[in-house]
């Protein structure tokens, strides 16, 4: 047989040794090479502080943001041990730094509980830095190491002396990996603040040395609670109004299980739960969810029963009725946990479901009997939860209905594209009839999509769920984009199998009212159509504020600094009076090829991609803009003042 090309053989098969599997392929290890898996380097690291605290060990936990861009976590733990590992014969810091699947948290001697559960975070943020330094106080000494791209560059040496314990690991990013180097202060905040509540008594300061204030010192804070997972729930609920006086709070052990929970019901429509295992957040839930949530419907549902409270509502009961308006941190502590994937993020271990719902249900049932005005406040939200339920169901089934009847149901003033293929095609979100007239005029039909909107739509953080669907707006963009709310086992969910155009983008005027449209938009998409954030269907265009020109000369302007930089260069050596400024103020002065060139010619405009970096803070946040309580919006808006702009 001929050799032919491509032919597969013994010298294909790639054996990749140590790190160099980390650096081949990191994704697999830290999700991403974009900015979530940048920071997931940094959680990684301070994961190894926190289990210190965990054993007992560690108070202090300091994360600082270099000038150089660099990061250093330092904490007063015992510090990594130095000696020699009698196997491998090398020091153990050379071991934990440089080998995959080294380390404590194989030993339950060490490590009772841990966060790092498979001993590859600390050798994973050494194979993806460029440099990594990392310092040991042990043993009356200090002793530093130092690698590059995951390989040791220096021995471990004794630099001088301490009395003190604890590791210093200083770690610059590779930027042959990472497509950004720069950290966010508000994302390494907002974890160090959560990991605060996780963990009472905890202290953990943040320092960010590349932003100093008029007196030259760093930007900082300090976290710290004493209440942690009563006062985590009032954080997140600060911007709500409470249902009952104080969180309820059960803490306790089962099996070396520690569950730990609080939940309090406010009067808002939301259910808004968080979970964690071993301080790692379980974005996608998994069994400690699963236990905590079979709890609060069996005890709901035998004191609404025993009472005669249910039987006298005369309606049909579902999981979701007795969670809605309630805020739950679920916290266990897991020997064992069995993640799903090295990012953990759904915890699968079967016997956590009866025991988070076993200690969390002996702890309501208690709760209930002794706050019998409570419990009542509960279970006559949960009838009436339970009643908008089944209306909003009835007014989905209605819209689909009328969808099916009308062969198809797309909304009258949809613009619709030639193009059948939901890759290629994108819909644009235009703010009033008059923008959407233009974009209409100067889109491309092949792809592009138009659903004008009129005015501001419903704000769904207010609403009950069945008025959302009488929203004509909304229902427009349910039935454009093809997608559809189902439940399934007791859950709501949306279908996008039948999603139409995989770009949806909103295009609203530049100024104070289209931010205000954006904004009730994106509480819409957070809401009710997140899974299209999630899978990055959501963009926002930005239409330029300027147009500066001078004759026949001009530019567009997206941002003060262009539009100075514009006037600068048409003004050397000549007059500034020739110059004119036209300041957008909306879509409707543009004209259709204006629109097109600068905001939806994909060879020129410019796209903000909506993403979830921090689903807590998000969805604090959407509630804190857009909720009733006036007072933690006002105190946003005064903290945030510097960085408004006002329209003129």
């Known amino acids: 047989m001929s050799e032919q090309k491509g032919t597969y053989g013994a010298e294909n098969i790639q054996a990749l040794e140590g790190l160099e599997a980390v650096r081949k392929r990191p994704g697999m290890y830290i999700g991403s090479t974009d900015v979530k898996g940048l920071h997931h380097l940094v959680w990684e690291v301070i994961d190894n502080s926190i289990d210190e605290h965990l054993a007992g060990y560690c108070t202090h936990i300091e994360v600082v943001v270099n000038k150089d861009g660099s990061l250093t976590v330092v904490d007063n733990g015992r510090g990594i041990p130095v000696g020699m590992h009698e196997k491998l014969q090398k020091s153990a810091l050379e071991v934990v730094m440089t080998i995959l699947h080294a380390g404590g948290k194989f030993d339950h001697d060490t490590y009772k509980v841990s966060g790092g559960l498979h001993g590859v975070g600390i050798s994973c943020v050494n194979a993806l830095s460029q440099k990594v330094r990392a310092e040991v106080r042990r043993e009356g000494k200090i002793w530093r190491q130092e690698y590059e791209r995951g390989k040791p560059t220096t021995a471990v040496d004794a630099i001088g002396e301490s009395k003190e314990t604890g590791t210093i690991i200083t770690f610059w990013p590779d930027p042959e990996i990472f497509e950004t180097l720069e950290f966010k202060y508000e994302t390494l905040a907002n974890r160090l603040r959560e990991l605060s509540y996780l963990n009472s008594g905890l202290y953990l300061n943040l320092r960010d040395d590349r932003e100093l204030d008029e007196n030259g010192n760093p930007k900082q804070e300090t976290f710290f609670s004493e209440g942690g997972l009563r006062e985590f729930v009032k954080f997140l609920d600060e911007s709500r109004t409470p249902l009952i006086d104080r969180p309820i709070y059960?803490?306790?052990?089962?099996?070396?299980?520690?569950?730990?929970?609080?939940?309090?019901?406010?009067?808002?429509?939301?259910?808004?739960?968080?979970?964690?295992?071993?301080?790692?957040?379980?974005?996608?839930?998994?069994?400690?969810?699963?236990?905590?949530?079979?709890?609060?419907?069996?005890?709901?549902?035998k004191y609404g029963d025993d009472s005669g409270l249910f039987t006298k509502a005369k309606v049909q009961l579902s999981g979701e009725d007795y969670r809605e308006g309630l805020t739950a941190v679920v916290s266990v502590k897991v020997p064992e946990p069995q993640f799903k994937g090295q990012t953990k993020g759904e915890l699968g271990n079967s016997e956590v479901v009866g025991i988070v719902s076993q200690c969390v249900g002996d702890a309501l049932a208690i709760y209930l009997e002794e706050n019998p005005s409570d419990a009542k406040k509960i279970v006559e939200k949960v009838i009436i939860a339970a009643r908008a339920r089944d209306a909003a169901r009835k007014a989905r089934e209605l819209v689909q209905r009328k969808n099916i009847l009308t062969g198809g149901g797309l909304p009258g003033k949809l613009a619709d594209c030639s193009s059948r293929d939901p890759k290629q095609c994108e819909i644009y979100l235009v703010e009033g009839d008059s923008a959407g007239g233009t974009a209409k005029q100067g889109r491309d039909r092949n792809f592009q999509a138009i659903l004008p909107l009129r005015g501001k739509i419903l704000n769904v953080e207010k609403a009950m769920e069945h008025r959302i669907y009488d929203n004509e707006e909304i229902k427009n963009m349910f039935t454009a984009l093809g997608v559809s709310i189902e439940e399934k086992e007791g859950a709501r969910i949306l279908n996008i199998d039948k999603l139409r155009y995989h770009k949806i983008v909103i295009m609203c005027d530049a100024d104070i009212d289209g931010s205000h449209i954006v904004t009730l938009i994106l509480t819409f998409f957070f809401r009710y159509m997140r899974p299209l954030i999630e899978n990055g269907h959501v963009f926002i265009a930005a239409p330029p504020l300027y147009r500066v020109s001078k004759g026949t000369q001009f530019q567009y302007c997206w941002n003060e600094i262009d539009r100075q930089a514009a006037v600068d260069g048409y003004t050397v050596g000549e007059k500034a009076a020739n110059i004119k400024v036209q300041r957008y103020k909306g879509l409707g002065e543009m004209n259709a090829e204006q629109l097109w060139e600068t905001t939806m010619d994909p060879d020129n405009r410019v796209f903000r991609k909506v993403g979830i970096d921090d689903a807590h803070e998000a969805d604090r946040y959407f509630s804190m803009l857009m909720g009733d309580e006036v007072p933690p919006r006002r105190a946003f808006i005064e903290a945030n003042a510097k960085y408004a702009r006002v329209d003129v």
Not at 267 to 286: A, C, K, M, P, W
């Open 250 to 301: 059960v803490k306790a052990k089962e099996d070396n299980v520690e569950v730990e929970v609080a939940l309090q019901y406010n009067t808002g429509y939301q259910e808004h739960l968080f979970s964690f295992v071993n301080n790692i957040s379980t974005r996608d839930g998994g069994t400690h969810e699963a236990g905590f949530k079979r709890a609060i419907t069996r005890i709901f549902k």
